[in-house]
Antibody, heavy 120, light 107 residues
């Protein structure tokens, strides 16, 4: 069974850094692009960043460009999000998300999320 | 970026009602659209992908359709378990974008 398990969420002060991790199981991790998606308290869903499976090309939302870095280690089936210069507005539950199947049409998979709180 | 306009933002309905939620994309996304259900404190649960493909395990009272850049989620007979918030999402290109959400509440 597919599973995504996030960790690393914490309470930090504005300007500090945090690294989130997501361990994948139940599918061939290297074959899929992966994303981080967040949800601020009481708000909607916001895509944050994505990384392709093999060439590891990345894409970022404007709101985090230059502050966040997405990375992956295919040998460990693990996705990361390095978050620097954190702001109050980065407070959210962060979800690790597997891409949909395209060539062979398939669904997505979400983790349960990890809470990041940025507050002084 | 592709904008997703979802309506209504709130929907009041009764058990047994037929419910329709609409999402309009600002550009063509082919059929790369998903629908999610989210309950408070939980991760979104995918209901539908590629516009009209039902996720495994999701009841058949849920269905999806498309007409050009307009997409619809229909619940044919609303059940108590269906009172939740629903989101559409385009995954045609990055940045992935979501509709604003539709809260289905008890009338």
């Amino acid at each position: 069974e597919m599973e995504l398990l996030e960790s690393g969420g914490d309470l930090v002060q504005p300007g500090e850094s945090l690294r989130l991790s997501c361990v994948a199981s139940g599918f061939t991790f290297s074959q899929y692009a992966m994303s981080w998606i967040r949800q601020a308290p009481g708000k909607g869903l916001e895509w944050v960043a994505a990384i392709y499976g093999r060439d590891q090309l990345t894409s970022y939302a404007d709101s985090v460009m230059g502050r966040f870095t997405i990375a992956r280690d295919n040998s460990k089936d693990t996705l990361y999000l390095q978050m620097n210069s954190l702001r109050d507005e980065d407070t959210a539950v962060y979800y690790c998300v597997r891409d949909f199947g395209r060539v062979v049409v398939a669904s997505t998979k979400w983790g349960r999320g990890t809470l990041v709180t940025v507050s002084s | 970026d592709i904008q997703m306009t979802q309506s209504p933002s709130t929907l009041s309905a009764s058990v047994g009602d037929r419910v329709t939620i609409t999402c309009r994309a600002s550009h063509s996304i082919s059929s790369w659209l998903a629908w999610y259900q989210q309950r408070p404190g939980k991760a979104p649960k995918v209901l539908m992908y590629k516009a009209s493909t039902l996720e495994s395990g999701v009841p058949s009272r849920f269905s999806g359709s498309e007409s050009g850049t307009e997409f619809t989620l229909t619940i044919t007979s609303l059940q108590p378990d269906d009172f939740a918030t629903y989101y559409c999402q385009q995954y045609s290109s990055y940045p992935w974008t979501f509709g604003q959400g539709t809260k289905v509440e008890l009338k």
